[in-house]
C-alpha cells in the first residue's frame, strides 16, 4: 500500500518562497502520475500541477504557472513543488496525490488528474500561509 507523506509548509510572507516534498513508502513513484492538490478554508479543491510517471509534460494550472515548478526524483521516491513569489491566495492545505497510469503517463491523464483532483492514494497535507 502507498502512503504518502507532505513536507515543507509553513508560513511565509508575500513574495516568499517555500518547497513541499511528498515522500512515499510502500511502494515506488516511478508507476504513478503525482499531483499536489490545494485546497483553501471554504473552498474547491484545486489540481495547481501535476506530473506522469516519466518525463512528460507537466501540467499547471494558470494560477500558479510561472511561479511553481514540480519535479520527482524517483531515485528518492520524492515529488517536489517550489513555490515562488507566493501570494496571499496560495494560502491553503496542501496535498499530494498519487494516481496509477501506464508508463508514460499521457499528458491528458496528467491534466485530468489536476483538473478533476483525483488520485489512487493521498497524503494527509501540509499546510501553507502566505501572510505578513
Known amino acids: 500500500q502507498l502512503q504518502l507523506v507532505e513536507s515543507g509548509g509553513g508560513l511565509v510572507p508575500p513574495g516568499g518562497s517555500l518547497r513541499l516534498s511528498c515522500t512515499a513508502s510502500g511502494s515506488t513513484l516511478d508507476s504513478y502520475a503525482i499531483g499536489w492538490i490545494r485546497q483553501a478554508p471554504g473552498e474547491e479543491r484545486e489540481g495547481v500541477s501535476c506530473?506522469?510517471?516519466?518525463?512528460?509534460?507537466?501540467y499547471y494550472s494558470d494560477s500558479v504557472k510561472g511561479r511553481f515548478t514540480i519535479s520527482r526524483d524517483n531515485a528518492k521516491n520524492t515529488v517536489y513543488l517550489q513555490m515562488n513569489s507566493l501570494k496571499a491566495e496560495d494560502t491553503a492545505v496542501y496535498y499530494c496525490?498519487?494516481?496509477?497510469?501506464?508508463?508514460?503517463?499521457?499528458?491528458?491523464?496528467?491534466?485530468?488528474?489536476?483538473?478533476?483532483?483525483?488520485?489512487?492514494?493521498w497524503g494527509q497535507g501540509t499546510q501553507v500561509t502566505v501572510s505578513s
Open positions: 496525490a498519487a494516481l496509477q497510469t501506464p508508463s508514460p503517463s499521457s499528458d491528458s491523464t496528467v491534466q485530468a488528474m489536476c483538473l478533476m483532483t483525483y488520485g489512487d492514494f
Open positions: 506530473v506522469g510517471n516519466s518525463d512528460g509534460r507537466p
